[in-house]
């Protein structure tokens, strides 16, 4: 099982937050990495996250649905973007090997509950003159956000075991 990193971000730039900078959650490494760079971008006039809610409708289950936007930015050039930050592997149709497998089905689900709340998104988006936006690793490593790993990681050298003489 894969371990979540999660937490309350600091702002620390509040006059560049708009919405409540004491409840600030990061539901990931790169969601805490882009706010630090929205907070000491100077091109931003203004972020938040998680502030905008979003209605969308899940064909799965055929319900209506909220969306919580990861982020919402003012850019100093007058423009507005909506950005779901997502690894790369998440925005492409999942390639199913067992269609039967509960892997599969789950893969297949969170794929259509994505694409479900990113065409909501972008119709809003568009009714309002913003953009919408995915941000993978690859936009986060072309915006300096994320920083590129230098070489491999060397393997560990074999330490000798401690051995303790008792005297007794």
Do not use: C
């Not at 507005?80 to 893969?107: A, C, D, G, Y």
């Not at 119709?123 to 070489?151: M, P, R, Y």
Request: glycine residues 4%; aromatic residues 12%.
């Amino acid at each position: 099982m894969k371990k979540t990193y999660s937490g309350k971000y600091t702002v620390k730039k509040r006059k560049k937050y708009r919405g409540n900078p004491d409840d600030v959650t990061y539901r990931s490494n790169w969601e805490k990495q882009s706010f630090i760079w929205l907070e000491g971008n100077d091109n931003v006039e203004w972020w938040n996250s998680e502030e905008l809610i979003i209605p969308y409708y899940y064909e799965v289950d055929k319900r209506r649905h909220k969306y919580h936007v990861d982020l919402l930015v003012k850019w100093k050039d007058g423009k507005t973007t909506m950005i779901e930050i997502k690894p790369k592997k998440q925005t492409s149709p999942p390639k199913v090997k067992n269609p039967k497998s509960k892997r599969s089905l789950n893969e297949v689900m969170a794929y259509v509950k994505n694409t479900n709340k990113w065409h909501a998104a972008d119709e809003v988006a568009k009714d309002n003159g913003w953009k919408f936006e995915i941000w993978t690793e690859v936009e986060l490593k072309q915006k300096g956000i994320l920083k590129e790993q230098s070489g491999k990681l060397k393997p560990m050298k074999k330490m000798k075991p401690y051995r303790r003489k008792i005297k007794g």
